[in-house]
């Protein structure tokens, strides 16, 4: 699928820090009305936020800042026991309240995208996340409504496990799990698993059971 980017600079980026260089991919939704609203804020000096790219519901895709600079999309978090993720990754912001599902269109443009960013960076499946993940508890987004199994089934992100290894239900387990997984941030068990679940178990609710364990994705 050729994309048809549209330019829309925002002032808001800097430099990466360090030398770094993109390896992840991180997904949000932007949680307002309609796209045009969603960019005159990511373009506001004022706001100070930012994302590489916007993808609107009718399948538009907007570049705000260059895939080499730091955008201001993350925030505080961490992911795979690595810090400033603005200065690691490209944010793309996906116009959704967090409500409702993604529209089909918006997602062939998003698959388009991630497939070209992957192979510019050398971007594995694996780093692709998702806000929520590399923020747990400060942040939810892309949301329960994300078809993150549709992006795994091409090979646009991590799959979830296969239903093989521990089904003992135990905190410290789930947690090593987790860990090995890329959810390093210093959060409590309720916090966590309620991260794990947005991303591999959207609408699964109650206590902590075999089935999240065996939803995280095995390394190695």
């Excluded at 600079?69 to 505080?76: D, L």
């Excluded at 947690?175 to 991260?195: I, K, P, Q, S």
Aim: net charge negative; glycine share 10%; charged share 25%.
């Amino acid at each position: 699928m050729a994309l048809d980017i549209v330019q829309r600079a925002s002032p808001n980026f800097g430099p990466r820090r360090d030398g770094l260089h993109p390896h992840l991919i991180v997904l949000h939704y932007t949680a307002m009305e309609n796209a045009e609203a969603a960019l005159e804020r990511l373009c506001d000096p004022d706001a100070e936020v930012s994302a590489h790219y916007l993808i609107a519901g009718d399948g538009t895709v907007y570049q705000m800042v260059p895939e080499d600079q730091r955008a201001w999309h993350a925030g505080a978090g961490e992911w795979a026991g690595q810090e400033d993720i603005n200065s690691r990754s490209i944010g793309i912001e996906l116009d959704n309240r967090g409500d409702h599902p993604f529209s089909e269109p918006l997602m062939r443009s998003l698959e388009a995208l991630l497939r070209q960013i992957m192979a510019r960076s050398s971007i594995a499946a694996e780093g692709i996340i998702g806000h929520s993940d590399m923020a747990p508890g400060r942040k939810g987004d892309p949301g329960p409504h994300f078809d993150w199994a549709r992006l795994a089934r091409q090979g646009l992100a991590a799959a979830a496990g296969d239903d093989t290894g521990p089904d003992d239900p135990d905190p410290d387990s789930f947690r090593h799990l987790a860990v090995a997984a890329g959810y390093t941030a210093d959060v409590d068990d309720e916090t966590l698993l309620t991260a794990v679940r947005l991303r591999f178990r959207p609408f699964a609710s109650g206590p902590l059971c075999a089935a999240d364990l065996t939803a995280l994705p095995r390394q190695g």
